[in-house]
């Protein structure tokens, strides 16, 4: 089984600031690693596909990059909405797959 | 508009069984394959079952294959997971979620709002 771990597991930070969050697989998966965000209360949402692809309707201030077993998720000005749970989730091992343990992000 | 609504959660006792149904609309259904997600309540998310646009691939997480089964209807646009021999760890918000396309890599594009499941005594 894939194992995917992110760090850090939680985060504070201020409003403008700019953060990155990192997903580590437990081999390679290329670029089949997906992140999403979950609100308190709500159900998750996709935000970056295939690593780098920028969901439809998602603010530009999100990006993804990285490939094989080390990636990034790099909000560039946090906003108020933005303080949330931010999982990463392997597809590679289709149809099979596996999620991060999620990271929160609060308000410093 | 696009959207998912699960039902079908509830309280249950250990060893008995559930069916959760997802209703789909604002899409054609039969383009897209379709998944169940989990979160116990306050951890973090469990992808459970996922089965293609014709349900020729199916795949279940090991913690449920032999006791969930999924299985859609096209033609009433509806998505469904037979749960038996309910354990209480299997006490979670279960989620219904669009893939991207017909098949390949689950990648879940959008959820429901999910339908809660208990399972105790």
């Known amino acids: 089984d894939i194992q995917m771990t992110q760090s850090p597991s939680s985060l504070s930070a201020s409003v403008g600031d700019r953060i990155t969050i990192t997903c580590r697989a437990s081999?390679?998966?290329?670029?089949?690693l997906n992140w999403y965000q979950q609100q308190p209360g709500k159900a998750p949402k996709l935000l970056i596909y295939?690593?780098?692809s920028l969901q439809s309707g998602v603010p530009s201030r999100f990006s993804g990059s990285g490939s094989g077993t080390d990636f990034t998720l790099t909000i560039s000005s946090l906003q108020p909405e933005d303080f949330a749970t931010y999982y990463c989730?392997?597809?590679?091992?289709?149809?099979?797959?596996?999620f991060g343990q999620g990271t929160r992000l609060e308000i410093k | 508009e696009v959207q998912l609504v699960e039902s079908g959660g509830g309280l249950v006792q250990p060893g008995r069984s559930l069916r959760l149904s997802c209703a789909a609309s604002g899409f054609t259904f039969d383009d897209y394959a379709m998944h169940w997600v989990r979160q116990a309540p306050g951890k973090g998310l469990e992808w459970v079952s996922g089965?293609?646009?014709?349900?020729?691939?199916?795949g279940y997480a090991d913690s449920v294959k032999g006791r969930f089964t999924i299985s859609r209807d096209n033609a009433k646009n509806s998505l469904y997971l037979q749960m038996n021999s309910l354990r209480p760890e299997d006490t979670a918000f279960y989620y219904c979620?669009?893939?991207?396309?017909?098949?390949?890599?689950?990648?879940?594009?959008?959820w429901g709002q999910g339908t809660l499941v208990t399972v105790s005594s």
């Open positions: 295939v690593a780098s």
């Open positions: 979620a669009k893939g991207l396309g017909a098949a390949g890599p689950p990648t879940f594009a959008l």
């Open positions: 081999q390679s998966i290329s670029t089949y």
């Open positions: 989730q392997q597809s590679y091992s289709t149809p099979l797959c596996s």
């Open positions: 089965i293609s646009w014709n349900s020729g691939t199916i």
